[in-house]
C-alpha cells in the first residue's frame, strides 16, 4: 500500500470538490483548478474529506495512487493558500521590474529580457534583485520560476544569473598564473 496514497485529503470548509469522470474540479477563496483523474484510481468523497483509493495492484496502478493523491493535495492546498517560489538576481547591473503583464530583466545582455507573465501568476519584485512568483497552480508557478532562472542560470565561478533563493552554488576556482 502507498504510504502518501492511502492518507486521505482534509477538505476545508470553504474549498468546493467536484467530481464527474474523468474531471475533477476544487473551487476555493483563490481559484478553480481542474484535473483529469486516471481510471486506475477511484474517488471517496465526503463532507470533509477526500480519499483515493487504487483499483488494482497493478505496477501501473500502484504508481498512479500516490501522485493522483499529491496532486489533488496540491489543488486544495493551491485554491486555499496558495504557493511561493523565490528567486535571486546576482551580478553587477543585473536586475528585474515588473511592466504591465511583462516582466521585463537585465541580465547582461545587449537587450532587455521581457517575459509575458501567465494569467495566474504574479511576480512581486523587491529591491530589483528579489523576485517572488505567486500563484494557485504548484505546477505553473515552478514552470514559471524555472523559466525565469532558465534565462541565465547562475555560472560557477562568480555565482551570478538568476538562482532559486535556497539553491546553494557550487563555485569553482578560477584559472592560475604560471609560476
Given amino acids: ?18 467530481f464527474t469522470k474523468p474531471l475533477l474540479t476544487v473551487k476555493g477563496p483563490n481559484g478553480s483548478l481542474s484535473r483529469s483523474i486516471m481510471p486506475l484510481v477511484t474517488l471517496n468523497i465526503s ?7 487504487r483499483n488494482n495492484d497493478e505496477t501501473a496502478a500502484r504508481s498512479a495512487h500516490g501522485l493522483t493523491r499529491t496532486l489533488i493535495n496540491n489543488m486544495v492546498i493551491g485554491v486555499t493558500k496558495g504557493f511561493q517560489t523565490d528567486l535571486e538576481i546576482n551580478g ?27 494569467e495566474g501568476i504574479s511576480i512581486d519584485v523587491d529591491k530589483m534583485t528579489k523576485l517572488s512568483v505567486k500563484g494557485f497552480d504548484k505546477e505553473l508557478v515552478g514552470q514559471t520560476a524555472a523559466k525565469i532562472r532558465s534565462f541565465r542560470e547562475p555560472e560557477p565561478y562568480k555565482g551570478k544569473g538568476v538562482k532559486y533563493s535556497d539553491e546553494t552554488i557550487v563555485r569553482k576556482a578560477g584559472k592560475t598564473g604560471k609560476k
Fill in 1 to 18: 500500500m502507498s504510504r502518501i496514497g492511502k492518507l486521505a485529503i482534509e477538505i476545508p470548509k470553504s474549498v468546493k470538490v467536484d
Fill in 47 to 53: 463532507e470533509s474529506s477526500l480519499e483515493v483509493v
Fill in 92 to 118: 553587477v547591473g543585473y536586475r528585474a521590474e515588473v511592466k504591465g503583464k511583462d516582466l521585463v530583466l537585465s541580465l547582461g545582455y545587449s537587450h532587455p529580457v521581457v517575459y509575458q507573465i501567465p
